[in-house]
């Protein structure tokens, strides 16, 4: 038998009132509220390094965060996030090395049902999000489910993220589009 949360991570309609599912989410609302009160950077980035998925040695996020459970979170070396970002981990973020995310910007997994009935008894799914070497996101920017970002991306201020993009692109807007290639 499949769980809820082998579900939620293949993207798959899942139940988000499950128990164990809560209890997860329990934990990472406690780890953030630790997290979020520590003024100490190096202690923050050891707090993140035994939270998250996976990390590189050297990453830095800056409070307050927000995120679902933390541990389908996935970044690489040299990774910078900046004040009040939110990664909303249902499916797995997974960010490459040398990553800079600016102030208040929002990376969300999670889908609901388009039909009212299906979305009000309370199921869900997401897709992940891939991002790969030298990102750099300016503040306020949205990435929604399922985007894929190839290497050498900058993602202007404000814009929102709706499609994939390859390597090497400028992209800007809500809808992001290219601006110009690097």
């Known amino acids: 038998m499949v769980s809820e949360r082998e579900k939620m991570l293949a993207g798959e ?24 009160n520590e003024l100490d950077r190096i202690k923050r980035q050891e707090l993140l390094k035994n939270w998250f998925g996976t990390t590189g040695n050297h990453i830095m996020i800056e409070p307050q965060f927000s995120c679902d459970y933390g541990c389908n979170i996935h970044v690489g070396e040299n990774f910078y996030a900046n004040f009040n970002c939110t990664f909303l981990d249902v499916c797995e973020i997974r960010i490459g090395d040398n990553a800079m995310i600016g102030p208040n910007t929002q990376l969300l997994t999670p889908l609901h049902p388009l039909d009212a009935k299906e979305r009000i008894s309370g199921l869900e799914y997401g897709a992940s999000i891939t991002i790969g070497d030298n ?26 993220v709706t499609k994939s993009f390859g390597d090497n692109v400028l ?12």
């Open 171 to 182: 992209i800007a807007g809500n809808p992001a589009k290219i601006i110009k290639e690097l």
């Open 13 to 36: 309609l899942y139940d988000a009132a499950d128990a164990d599912l809560k209890q997860l989410r329990l934990r990472a609302r406690e780890k953030m509220a630790v997290f979020n």
């Open 135 to 160: 990102l750099w996101a300016g503040g306020g920017v949205t990435i929604l489910p399922g985007v894929v970002l190839g290497d050498n991306v900058v993602i202007g201020a404000g814009s929102v």
